[in-house]
């Protein structure tokens, strides 16, 4: 059973950045894929990145997200520049034991964060 638990988000003006956490509680936390997705009101459940021993990206954050992880430190990354007022939304780090964009494909979850960016 992984834990994993978000941090990082927050209220930030339209073109600023943040950075989210997700600390995992196993040690075989080098094993997973781990990616990022969000969730705005009303909307689905979407990917955002991911990282194995490469990285993928959501056209709509390409450029501008960076995700990375630290397996000494059993944490994700998501490094979020230039934001904009459609990027809010509760932002999830999910577990994987294969490289995927799906949300079903993920088996652990965080509690997820909240983003907001205000124009």
């Known amino acids: 059973q992984v834990q994993l638990v978000e941090s990082g988000g927050g209220l930030v003006q339209a073109g600023g950045s943040l950075r989210l956490s997700c600390a995992a509680s196993e040690r075989t936390f080098r094993s997973y894929v781990m990616g990022w997705f969000r969730q705005a009101p009303g909307n689905e459940r979407e990917f955002v990145a991911g990282?194995?021993?490469?990285?993928n990206y959501a056209d709509s954050v390409k450029g501008r997200f960076t995700i990375s992880r630290d397996n000494a430190k059993n944490t994700v990354y998501l490094q979020m520049n230039s934001l904009k007022p459609e990027d809010t939304a509760v932002y999830y780090c999910?577990?994987?034991?294969?490289?995927?964009?799906?949300?079903?494909?993920?088996?652990?979850w965080g509690q997820g964060t909240q983003v907001t960016v205000s124009s």
């Open positions: 999910a577990a994987s034991s294969k490289a995927t964009s799906r949300p079903s494909d993920y088996t652990y």
């Open positions: 990282i194995s021993w490469s990285t």
